[in-house]
């Protein structure tokens, strides 16, 4: 059985409609939030009373600094027993990789020229060719011509080997 492909237009229209829809969701939640918030804001906090004299006014005042002063200071502490915690979780998941041990993978033989392993190295940005054969000195075979001389007669050779004997032989 063969699928249709669905046109691009067709495609495009289904994804603006998706979209949309989802657009619709996040105001639709941005309201519902603003809603809660404002529903528990007015049960957990009246508004303050502000009729009466500069001083009562002041009063109320303090009260709420010293309030704000208060929840700062829990805030500071949970923040802190939170980072504190985190560190352990930390330590303690570093001690677990440490006795589990890390599984080194098995590597692979890769067939690599010179100038792929500097591009890899190096990057694409910098074009380094290393022709190492071009490096190489060139260097010619000598022939080593071996005297012709050496190949005279044998008795006269065995001869001078004699007469140095003797002379180890005297001294």
Partial sequence: MSEKKMTSSRRHHLKSLILQIAMNWIEQEKKETETAKQAYMAEHCSPPDLSGDQAALMELCKKLHAAIDKIDDERYDAEAKVQKTDKEIEDLKIKVVDLI???????????????????????????????????????????????????????????????????????
């Fill in 101 to 171: 041990g890390v599984k080194k993978p098995a590597l692979k033989k890769v067939r690599m020229s010179a100038d792929t392993m500097l591009q890899a190295l190096l990057g694409s940005k910098h074009k380094v060719t290393m022709d190492l054969r071009a490096n190489l000195k060139q260097v010619k075979k000598e022939v080593k011509e071996e005297p012709t001389e050496a190949v005279g007669d044998w008795r006269k050779n065995i001869e001078d080997k004699a007469d140095r004997k003797k002379m180890f032989e005297a001294s």
